[in-house]
């Protein structure tokens, strides 16, 4: 995480904590030449948008307050979604077991997409569970990771 999205974090924590709701993740990236701060939260048998504006009417002033990014941005609250990508070596663990899918930068064995069961992760190595045996990506070949529906 850089500078922003830590102290937005931070701030964020209390206002999803009353909401009951966990913070999953907060971006602040750059889209069609507009910012944006997204947080993303979770919660035991989902998220409603209840939820959502819960957390955001409780951290808008917040933000106001303690103006961490000195642009102008647009501010969303959503649910992290079943399909949420892992990054933490926290999310790994919560998921093991779980379908995944592993995005790699440059192919292997002609795909730069594998699914399998996340069956490991250790140091940003990612292993998964694929056609009866596991493949393991090293963390320079991993562009992302991501919960996949089945």
């Not at 995480?1 to 602040?28: C, F, H, Q, S």
């Amino acid at each position: 995480m850089n500078k922003i999205t830590d102290l937005v974090w931070k701030l964020a924590e209390p206002a999803a904590r009353d909401a009951g709701v966990e913070i999953w993740d907060v971006e602040y990236v750059r889209e069609a030449g507009q910012w944006f701060l997204r947080i993303y939260i979770d919660k035991e048998g989902g998220v409603s948008i209840d939820d959502c504006e819960k957390v955001s009417r409780a951290l808008d002033p917040v933000l106001d307050r303690e103006d961490p990014i000195p642009d102008s941005y647009m501010f969303e609250v959503s649910s992290a979604g079943l399909e949420r990508a892992l990054k933490r070596p926290s999310d790994f663990e919560r998921f093991l077991g779980s379908p995944v899918t592993v995005k790699l930068y440059t192919a292997r064995n002609g795909r730069k997409e594998h699914v399998g069961r996340l069956a490991g992760y250790a140091d940003g190595a990612v292993t998964i569970e694929q056609d009866g045996g596991t493949i393991t990506f090293e963390n320079k070949e991993v562009a992302g990771v991501r919960l996949r529906m089945e």
